[in-house]
């Protein structure tokens, strides 16, 4: 792998503060260059870790100031597979403990270009050195190209979720995707329930031989949303809500036609209306979905009787999300609940996180921070609010959110309000650093300025995770730092 070049004896402070706006200032973190990291996570022993393209996971102590070490370098998944992964998405367990580590990978066939169908897996890294390599879940669907088995999260009900990318530009075969149909699979948040999984690996192929149903009873593996055409990361935040960014389509794709009376993968029959298959079709934006069980969020799939995208066009005045090529009156799928957020075309905004410290008197606490890969190179901040909690206010170029090279994924450690930004561009992290820490009160879970009810429920709605404000003692949130709160009651007011 190439190195680049870079010039040490920094921190480089850049400063364009906003009002109400947190500063960083930006940290090189010289044992992090010269490798392409798809995902960067804090561990429950308190490491930051990054996977890197070909499949190895890299982990390093952290300074009290933020800065590294030197790498421990795992090469077990590598090993397991006998050479490079396409190792994209990496999330702890909430069981997992300090001393006892297990984490939840998604990685694919590695390559770009011609890359054969059925390529994804899940796989449970256990051991102190995440030795111990069990496949989970085997033959989920892979485009011939970057769409692969993305980001991993766990859900407040334990369960571990995953974004699957589309195999196809617009939901109807395209040559510049090979001419490879969507999969019953494909471009969706799939929820997986690993202990449904009585004999790993499951074998997820639902077509070409496979015989997969994830709509069957008491099914390990099944749809949790849809229409998902190519999120790289997810979230899930303390109000309760699964927030996904997904890359829009460029120009040129093709959609499906729909047939009333087509034959629908959960056995259904798809009862119309007929929608017009368009080709030649123009670029579509990049949405945030604020996604809810059984959302369809706008990518065709045939394979699930899912033909309109995005909004469809159904007056003749302009629609959200609308598709021009679409002849007046295509209503959107009947499934379809709109976007929360538009962050225009060709932005890719991928990694995203709920902000939790109180850096800057808690001005991003709470607030969504998502980098874009695309031509801004920055990151992102959306506040949710309202009744639907969808985004009611976005704010870019705020000190030192701007000026990366292609950033790809981002992580908090939330003690200490420092984030991590993978700069695959650049091919390293880097650490932001905000110059108005948070208050040294880290049971104020919420950024009152006092330890009170509203901290003891948010610790409750964090029960089990790791990673996260809240988990005051590592190991993740439990019944150890619940008595730790309620001992500092009160504490930190004024
Ligand atoms: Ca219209
Ligand atoms: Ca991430
Ligand atoms: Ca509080
Ligand atoms: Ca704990």
């Not at 996977?51 to 090469?75: M, N, Q, S």
């Amino acid at each position: 792998m190439k190195h680049n070049v870079i010039t040490h004896a920094l921190p480089l402070v850049a400063l364009v503060g906003l009002a109400g706006a947190v500063e960083f200032e930006k940290i090189e973190l010289p044992a992090t260059q010269g490798s392409k990291y798809t995902t960067v996570t804090i561990g429950p022993d308190g490491l930051l870790y990054a996977t890197t393209l070909e499949g190895e996971i890299r982990r390093w102590a952290l300074e009290p100031d933020g800065t590294t070490g030197e790498a421990e370098v795992i090469t077990s998944l590598q090993d397991a597979h006998g050479g490079d992964r396409l190792l994209i998405g990496l999330a702890f367990d909430p069981a997992a403990e300090p001393d006892e580590l297990v984490a939840w990978v998604s990685h694919a066939t590695y390559g770009f270009d011609g890359m054969d169908d059925w390529g994804g897996t899940i796989t449970r890294l256990s051991g102190p050195g995440l030795e111990t390599v069990e496949d989970y879940v085997i033959n989920l669907p892979r485009s011939c190209r970057n769409h692969v088995t993305n980001g991993v999260a766990f859900g407040p009900d334990g369960a571990l979720y995953f974004v699957q990318g589309s195999n196809s530009a617009m939901g109807e075969p395209d040559s510049d995707w090979c001419d490879r149909p969507e999969r019953l699979l494909n471009a969706a948040v799939l929820r997986l329930d690993p202990s449904l999984i009585e004999t790993p690996p499951l074998d997820a192929q639902t077509n070409d031989g496979g015989t997969y149903d994830p709509y069957g009873p008491s099914a390990p593996l099944t749809l949790y949303a849809t229409g998902v055409r190519n999120a790289y990361d997810l979230v899930w935040h303390g109000n309760g809500n699964l927030y996904v960014p997904v890359n829009g389509s460029g120009s040129g794709g093709s959609t499906p036609a729909g047939t009333t009376g087509a034959a629908c993968g959960d056995g259904s029959t798809y009862e119309g209306p007929d929608v017009p298959g368009l080709d030649g079709v123009g670029t579509q934006a990049d949405y945030l979905f604020r996604v809810a069980p059984g959302d369809y969020n706008g990518h065709p799939n045939p394979a699930r009787c899912e033909f309109v995208m995005n909004g469809g066009n159904p007056t003749a005045g302009t629609d959200p999300a609308q598709v021009s090529e679409y002849p007046v009156g295509t209503d959107p799928d009947v499934n379809y609940h709109g976007f929360a957020f538009d962050f225009g075309d060709h932005k890719s905004p991928n990694g995203i996180i709920e902000y939790q410290s109180c850096s800057g008197d808690g001005a991003l606490h709470g607030k969504l921070v998502v980098v874009r890969y695309g031509q801004p190179d920055d990151i992102i901040v959306l506040t949710p609010g309202g009744a639907e909690q969808d985004i009611v206010d976005s704010e870019t170029g705020s000190g030192g959110l701007t000026g990366f090279s292609n950033p790809l994924d981002l992580v908090e450690d939330p003690s200490r309000g420092f984030l991590y930004i993978s700069e695959y561009g650049a091919s390293k992290i880097t650490l932001l650093r905000p110059l108005d820490p948070p208050a040294d009160c880290p049971a104020d879970l919420d950024c009152s300025g006092a330890v009170d009810i509203s901290d003891f429920l948010t610790l409750l709605g964090r029960w089990g995770q790791t990673g996260v404000r809240g988990d005051l003692d590592g190991g993740g949130v439990g019944i150890t730092d619940l008595l730790t709160l309620l001992g500092l009651w009160g504490a930190c007011t004024g």
